[in-house]
């Protein structure tokens, strides 16, 4: 066993899921360290901005995501040979840009632009759909402008001119939707799309109340590096943090990562101002009322249907005394799910849970690694016992060292209990998956340049129903393409846990087809397939990733027809006229 040990140490040094090089040693060493995952990825207190990023994929343009020879070939061998499919050019798609049909008095105010590369880049999204647009160069439609507001008074200005003109309003964060939140339609109407992305700074500090006031347009590393100034975290770390925005947090009720120790971000965010066709609706930032429904609760969720989120005052707390994230290998999803289920429902005081089932417990430990070191770590693993239906589970702390001690001794015996590996090997494994954590959506690129799809979608149920939703979400993908003779290949994990349930994550890979319209076909049909597994009263159509256009048609089997009901006419008083993202949750 000690030489297997030795082996794996040597080898598994060089692991990393970091975009850009492997984490040498004292490099891992000081990932366990305050704050340090956070601030790897913290470089400017400002937004990201746009002309930086790629206009046709994922994230920063100087960043790059490798995918192990040896993981390629094991999607391969689930879905068969993959061709690449083609990429229009920039200039290409600014050719098909149409003249703004915005009225004048739109187009001379200076924080309104017309110009065919701002209209492109708040055009789309980030879900397959706008990929294959990008990628295709069938846009479609395009905003006829793009307004950067600086102020409430500007969304004002901006809203009250889209009712005098008869404008389409669309809001737009950080452009990380991947259900078609943000795409304008085709209509009569002239489309404005308002991007926040100057509003992107911490107003305010109530370090008495722990309340930090931020412009709703904020991205999440300028959200962290603000505050760490002060000594304070907000602790939301949704997979997209690098672009997304409190505002669309909010507006999508997002969930990070680390909900299970930071809350979610219904649990964060205390009140803000939210301009709507009707006025200013101003939410106070009460720590609790039970005078009547609660506004805070109501318009979270409405995905810009009601307005649009200017300021907003966000829950905070002091900067941890220590930070960790490791891994532990059980024989078993069952053993796995146990361990999460006890954790929660025992209240042991930790930031995350994930757990991954066996099929991408073996995808991850292919695609993160090399043949030797994969070999290395798998040789180890069957040694303790462990064979192919072992499952693999993330887990973290934050807090002080006290804390995290008493937490980690009382995991560490529920592990025990159920049969877990853990040792330095799984801690280097956690150290490395948290420094890499912000960089898997850059993958889909590496992956499509592949010729390989990748999609996911996502739920959450009660305990009792999370292994029969599993194999329906799976089964329902991985038969979606049968009649067109195509495989997909399915894993899932748990990405949250409550008390009374869970989510699951579900990615799911197919091969492109001969051009994109018949890529988009496979994805339409694996998507309805997918999205139908949910629609059984017993599931959300979303735990974290919002309605948006994809999901709207299957809205009413979880709300209900009254419940729908209430739901439009909440939004129809706020806006009359239905300019504001129409067609967005509600169909």
Same mark, same amino acid.
Request: aromatic share 8%; no cysteine; glycine share 8%.
């Given at each position: 066993m000690s030489n297997i040990k030795s082996l794996v140490r040597k080898t598994f040094k060089t692991v990393s899921t970091s975009a850009i090089s492997p984490i040498d040693n004292s490099r891992l060493e000081s990932l366990s360290k305050i704050d340090t995952v956070i601030k790897t990825a913290v470089t400017t207190s400002a937004n990201t901005p746009i002309e930086q990023t790629r206009w046709n994929g994922w994230g920063n343009v100087s960043i790059n995501k490798k995918v192990s020879p040896h993981g390629a070939k094991l999607i391969k061998s689930h879905i068969g040979k993959t061709k690449k499919l083609s990429s229009v050019s920039l200039q290409q798609v600014l050719k098909t840009v149409p003249t703004s049909r915005l009225p004048v008095a739109?187009?001379?105010?200076?924080?309104?632009?017309?110009?065919?590369e701002v209209r492109l880049r708040h055009a789309r999204g980030q879900s397959f759909p706008d990929w294959i647009a990008m990628h295709g160069g069938d846009f479609e439609v395009f905003p006829d402008g793009v307004?950067?507001?600086?102020?409430?008074?500007?969304?004002?200005?901006?809203?009250?001119l889209a009712s005098e003109h008869d404008l389409i309003v669309i809001p737009f964060g950080g452009g990380t939707s991947v259900a078609g939140h943000i795409n304008p339609q085709k209509g009569s109407r002239p489309?404005?799309?308002?991007?926040?992305?100057?509003?992107?700074?911490?107003?305010?500090?109530?370090?008495?109340?722990?309340?930090?006031?931020?412009?709703?347009?904020?991205?999440?590393?300028?959200?962290?590096?603000?505050? &760490? +100034? *002060?000594?304070?975290?907000?602790?939301?770390?949704? !997979?997209?943090w690098e672009l997304s %925005?409190?505002?669309?947090?909010?507006?999508?009720?997002?969930?990070?990562?680390?909900s299970l120790g930071y809350g979610r971000i219904e649990q964060m965010f205390a009140g803000g101002t939210l301009v709507t066709p009707q006025g200013v609706l101003n939410i106070a930032d009460i720590p609790a009322s039970a005078a009547g429904p609660d506004l805070r609760e109501m318009m979270m969720g409405s995905e810009g249907r009601a307005?649009?989120?200017?300021?907003?005052?966000?829950?905070?707390?002091?900067?941890?005394?220590?930070?960790?994230?490791?891994?532990?290998?059980?024989?078993?999803?069952?053993?796995?799910?146990?361990?999460?289920r006890q954790a929660v429902q025992s209240n042991i005081r930790l930031s995350m849970l994930r757990l991954s089932n066996a099929?991408?417990? &073996? +995808? *991850?430990?292919?695609?993160?690694?090399?043949?030797? !070191?994969?070999?290395?770590?798998? %040789?180890?693993?069957?040694?303790?016992?462990?064979?192919?239906?072992?499952?693999m589970l993330t887990y973290g702390v934050s807090g002080d060292k006290a804390q995290n001690k008493l937490a980690l001794t009382q995991f560490n015996k529920l592990l025990k209990q159920h049969g877990s590996v853990t040792g330095k090997i799984t801690d280097i494994m956690g150290s490395v998956w948290a420094h890499g954590r912000f960089k898997f959506p850059y993958l889909r690129g590496t992956l499509w340049d592949k010729g390989i799809m990748v999609d996911t979608f996502e739920t959450a149920t009660n305990w009792n129903h999370i292994d029969e939703q599993m194999q329906q979400m799976q089964e329902a993908v991985q038969n979606a393409l049968v009649d067109d003779n195509e495989a997909v290949m399915a894993f899932t994990?748990?990405?949250?846990?409550?008390?009374?349930?869970?989510?699951?994550?579900?990615?799911?890979?197919?091969?492109?087809?001969?051009?994109?319209?018949?890529?988009?076909?496979?994805?339409?049909?694996?998507?309805?397939?997918?999205?139908?597994?949910?629609?059984?009263?017993?599931?959300?159509?979303?735990?974290?990733?919002?309605?948006?256009?994809?999901?709207?048609?299957?809205?009413?089997?979880e709300k209900g027809k009254l419940g729908i009901q209430v739901t439009r006419d909440m939004l129809k008083s706020l806006d009359p006229e239905q300019r504001m993202n129409p067609g967005v949750l509600i169909e």
């Open positions: 739109m187009t001379e105010l200076e924080m309104v632009s017309i110009d065919k307004a950067h507001p600086q102020s409430t008074a500007d969304v004002e200005t901006l809203l009250k489309v404005l799309t308002i991007a926040m992305s100057k509003m992107d700074q911490l107003i305010d500090l109530d370090t008495e109340s722990q309340i930090a006031t931020f412009g709703a347009g904020t991205q999440g590393p300028a959200v962290e590096a603000q505050l &760490d +100034a *002060h000594g304070y975290r907000l602790g939301h770390y949704p !997979q997209s %925005t409190l505002g669309g947090w909010i507006a999508a009720r997002s969930s990070g990562q680390q307005g649009i989120f200017t300021t907003v005052k966000m829950r905070v707390q002091p900067q941890p005394e220590e930070e960790l994230f490791k891994v532990a290998f059980l024989p078993n999803w069952e053993a796995g799910k146990a361990v999460l099929v991408e417990t &073996d +995808a *991850h430990l292919h695609l993160g690694t090399s043949p030797s !070191q994969f070999l290395a770590i798998s %040789t180890y693993l069957k040694a303790r016992g462990l064979d192919s239906q072992k499952v994990h748990i990405s949250h846990v409550y008390k009374q349930g869970a989510s699951l994550y579900t990615t799911y890979f197919f091969k492109a087809g001969k051009d994109h319209a018949i890529t988009l076909k496979r994805w339409q049909k694996i998507k309805h397939a997918a999205s139908s597994s949910l629609s059984n009263g017993t599931a959300t159509i979303s735990h974290q990733h919002g309605v948006g256009r994809d999901h709207a048609p299957y809205l009413a089997a």
